[in-house]
């Protein structure tokens, strides 16, 4: 009894060092992009099916409501305008937008270790939203989010390593200047994390005074071309199969100044798209590839990305039910339908429609989440933090959504088969003249790191541990976390001459 005592001790022991000692990106267990693909909801003939009622979509229906100036593009690229004004895409003008499309699309950082390989099925996990309210859990309330609100959710996304880029979660309630919130919202994230950053834009005269931003902090207009670390997400339609005129003249602004573009696609099963869950997906990839024309006939190979993100109503009451199993379900097959055109993309996953981060919004996130990451999705959006269907926004469920994100990527992974891992040699020295266990052994002090995933928060102590621990809460842990990372200064924040020049060209609500 002794002698197993000092081994499983010694064990830990080697263990707890192990643990201790950083791995390189290489050989971390998890990191950004690993490769997807595995779970595949539909089969060759049913994707066959959907390509094929896509481009009857776009040849025979069309989308309405371009701009003069999308409309000049779109038939200049080959698109027909019928008499009821609708344009219409002919399927040639769709293959050949595809084969020419920019396949190999990197997503900048602000600092070159966040760049975002969207090649493949590599995934990456972020944040997305326009929330109109933050989530106060210890209240159980909910109030009107603000710039400080967003930047603060920036400041925590630069410091959780699952989370790999951040799009604007919420909207700044607290500046009612339309142009001024756009501008605020783009310094405010900026400001906040060295990761991508995604923005939108109200008016397309606002997208000028953003890249001016940009080019003071990327150092000169050079710079932000070689490297745009800001991506526009763009509601280029309003479903099903309309041009949204003023968004579409945005992303035309965004193209110019060279912008990435996410083409949002964002109709509601059962209420602005079919309610089956193919015949969203047909919409969505419909209304996208209109838009992929679009940007490729204002600038052939402009980078764009592939946003279908339908949502699902709860066909009972009409509401948004974004983390119900058939949300999952639809997200998984858009990333299946983006691979079949080869092409980078990104949908919504994570969301909860509970209104606190309990067991519910746990269900829904996970749920979610790993099916996205399972499908191969690129860009997973709204991955944490979202809660009541995309109305509020939580800075603890962001930092738990870390935890959560770290075990999706862990199934997203996967199970590596090799001479190594099938363990027949570390069997037989186990039992056969060993000690009857692996607690301790090379092999598992070798994988423990390279193949295991570590939660910073969740909790694995036993009953009685829990309890000698003082009943450790996870919200107060979260809370705790959050508190610690603001009460630093922000590593993204500018340096002082930038700042000033900034502050001197727009009003910048933040304090300096």
Known sequence: MTQTKTRRAGGREARRTARANPLSDALRPIRPGLEGGTYRPLSEAQMQRIHAAVLDA???IGLADAPPSGVAYLTGAGAIQGEDGRLRFPRALIEDTIARANRSLTLHGREARHDLDLSGHRVHYGTAGAAVSVVEVHSRTYRDSTLQDLHDAARIVDQLDNIHFLQRPMVCRDITDNREMDLNTLYGCCAGTTKHVGVSFTEPGFVRDAIEMLHLIAGGEDKWRDRPFVSNSNCFVVPPMKFATESCLVMEE???????????SAGQAGATAPAPIAGAIVQAMAECLAGLVYVNAVKPGHPAIFGTWPFVSDLRTGAMSGGSGEQALLSAGCAQMHKFYGLPGGAAAGIADAKLPDMQAGWEQAMSNVMAGLSGLNMVYEAAGMHASLLGFCLESLILGDDLIGQALRCTRGIEVDEDTLSVDVI???????????LGSAQTLGRMQTDYVYPSLANRFSPKEWDELGKPDLIEKATEKKMKILSERAAARFDPITDRAIRERFRIHLPA
């Open 254 to 264: 965004c193209i110019r100044g060279g912008m990435p573009v996410l083409l949002l």
């Open 58 to 60: 776009l040849e025979q």
């Open 428 to 438: 037989r020295a186990a039992c056969i003249g060993g000690p009857g266990h692996y």
